[in-house]
């Protein structure tokens, strides 16, 4: 792996076990911070280098330390306007089971730390999904998604942003395999408690989560994080037995095993911290090194990718015999697809061949250009055991 991805690593690594980082001289502080944002561990990389025996190196450490401070604010009064939604929930007679959000920042040695994007929520009768989605839109939420993949809807809710009401949890895999045990209500610091999953249960949705994002979009350092920290925290109250008996009914076994030797090899957990699982360290470095270049530069992400990526990635979902039809549509798309792409022909249908022509270079591109990538990923998919 690139330098500035160990140097990352090493920060996040002291950050989240609480330990007090030693940068190196030559250390390229900006560029390591870059990479930590695409990880959406930036909070956890700062205060890292804050709390560095040697920050003195740091030419804009005041700068870094300011901005610090205010996003840790803005997480605060986040925080807390989530838990007044909690309670207006529950008040009304609903029970949203909280699935990540508060119950993996609690986990961190500062909460504020953990960067959260939305608020995950669980209804085990659909019927008080619909009903809680319908509360939280006369209570000010804008609507954002309804049913979206036929599992949650997702509204934008004032002080909180967006809420997903999930119900179901994981794509293909039905919730009465995902839930297994009781729901559990969790102490968290400073006094409050959620209703959430039991322990396995947690640690189940939590590591298919991150997976699925693997696989599909975008995977970062702080899912990866989140499992570790929540293993360390539950190990005894997580049932082994159920846990892979699970993952190797679903195949995901020794990618499992591949995310807690990232934490050994490289975040400075002990092995007898974690479950005791066997990974090899080769594809624990692979695996890091995709991360990285799935969430900083775009690889994988539908973002930054170059046009034809999309052929590949189907590959990976289990529908190869889809990967024909799916060429076949982002070669010949719809026209007003092609008009987007290029407003040129929009304005001149005489110069439809021409975008035609236009679009099949593009993807030839990107076909190329991306190549080499998706054969490595594959590999790596290999060695996980998904492919």
């Given at each position: 792996?690139?330098?500035?991805?160990?140097?990352?690593?090493?920060?996040?690594?002291?950050?989240?076990?609480?330990?007090?980082?030693?940068?190196?001289?030559?250390?390229?502080?900006?560029?390591?911070?870059?990479?930590?944002?695409?990880?959406?561990?930036?909070?956890?990389?700062?205060?890292?280098?804050?709390?560095?025996?040697?920050?003195?190196?740091?030419?804009?450490?005041?700068?870094?330390?300011?901005?610090?401070?205010?996003?840790?604010?803005?997480?605060?009064?986040?925080?807390?306007?989530?838990?007044?939604?909690?309670?207006?929930?529950?008040?009304?007679?609903?029970?949203?089971?909280?699935?990540?959000?508060?119950?993996?920042?609690?986990?961190?040695?500062?909460?504020?730390?953990?960067?959260?994007?939305?608020?995950?929520?669980?209804?085990?009768?659909?019927?008080?999904?619909?009903?809680?989605?319908?509360?939280?839109?006369?209570?000010?939420?804008?609507?954002?998604?309804?049913?979206?993949?036929?599992?949650?809807?997702?509204?934008?809710?004032?002080?909180?942003?967006?809420?997903?009401?999930?119900?179901?949890?994981?794509?293909?895999?039905?919730?009465?395999?995902?839930?297994?045990?009781?729901?559990?209500?969790?102490?968290?610091?400073?006094?409050?408690?959620?209703?959430?999953?039991?322990?396995?249960?947690?640690?189940?949705?939590?590591?298919?989560?991150?997976?699925?994002?693997?696989?599909?979009?975008?995977?970062?350092?702080?899912?990866?994080?989140?499992?570790?920290?929540?293993?360390?925290?539950?190990?005894?109250?997580?049932?082994?037995?159920?846990?892979?008996?699970?993952l190797e009914n679903i195949g995901?076994?020794?990618?499992?095993?591949?995310?807690?030797?990232?934490?050994?090899?490289?975040?400075?957990?002990?092995?007898?911290?974690?479950?005791?699982?066997?990974?090899?360290?080769?594809?624990?470095?692979?695996?890091?090194?995709?991360?990285?270049?799935?969430?900083?530069?775009?690889?994988?992400?539908?973002?930054?990718?170059?046009?034809?990526?999309?052929?590949?990635?189907?590959?990976?979902?289990?529908?190869?015999?889809?990967?024909?039809?799916?060429?076949?549509?982002?070669?010949?798309?719809?026209?007003?697809?092609?008009?987007?792409?290029?407003?040129?022909?929009?304005?001149?249908?005489?110069?439809?061949?021409a975008a035609w022509a236009n679009?099949?270079?593009?993807?030839?591109?990107?076909?190329?250009?991306?190549?080499?990538?998706?054969?490595?990923?594959?590999?790596?998919?290999?060695?996980?055991?998904?492919?």
């Amino acid at each position: 792996m690139e330098q500035y991805y160990l140097d990352a690593l090493y920060l996040v690594g002291c950050a989240i076990q609480n330990k007090k980082a030693v940068l190196r001289p030559d250390m390229d502080v900006g560029r390591v911070v870059h990479e930590c944002h695409g990880q959406s561990c930036e909070l956890l990389a700062l205060s890292a280098i804050a709390a560095a025996e040697n920050n003195d190196m740091v030419e804009n450490l005041p700068d870094m330390q300011t901005y610090l401070v205010k996003r840790r604010v803005k997480e605060t009064v986040r925080s807390l306007n989530v838990n007044k939604l909690l309670v207006a929930l529950e008040a009304a007679g609903y029970k949203p089971v909280v699935i990540k959000g508060a119950v993996l920042a609690d986990l961190y040695p500062d909460p504020m730390l953990r960067e959260s994007v939305d608020t995950d929520l669980f209804f085990e009768n659909e019927a008080d999904c619909g009903r809680a989605v319908s509360f939280l839109l006369a209570h000010g939420a804008a609507v954002k998604e309804l049913n979206a993949a036929g599992k949650h809807s997702s509204v934008e809710y004032p002080g909180v942003g967006t809420v997903e009401l999930h119900r179901r949890l994981y794509d293909d895999i039905g919730n009465e395999q995902m839930i297994c045990r009781p729901l559990e209500r969790v102490s968290l610091r400073g006094g409050r408690s959620v209703l959430t999953l039991g322990k396995t249960d947690t640690l189940k949705f939590v590591f298919c989560h991150m997976l699925h994002h693997f696989l599909f979009s975008r995977c970062d350092l702080k899912q990866i994080c989140d499992i570790l920290l929540y293993m360390r925290k539950y190990r005894a109250e997580i049932d082994a037995v159920e846990l892979r008996r699970f993952l190797e009914n679903i195949g995901y076994w020794r990618a499992f095993a591949t995310v807690v030797g990232a934490g050994i090899e490289y975040l400075g957990f002990e092995s007898g911290e974690l479950l005791p699982v066997e990974y090899s360290p080769e594809t624990v470095e692979l695996f890091l090194a995709d991360c990285f270049n799935g969430c900083t530069k775009g690889v994988w992400g539908e973002k930054a990718q170059p046009r034809g990526t999309g052929i590949f990635s189907v590959r990976f979902n289990g529908r190869r015999g889809g990967v024909i039809k799916y060429a076949f549509g982002r070669l010949f798309p719809e026209r007003r697809l092609l008009e987007r792409l290029y407003p040129y022909c929009e304005k001149n249908p005489l110069l439809l061949p021409a975008a035609w022509a236009n679009n099949a270079y593009d993807l030839a591109k990107g076909v190329i250009s991306s190549r080499g990538k998706y054969d490595e990923r594959e590999l790596l998919l290999k060695k996980m055991g998904i492919v």
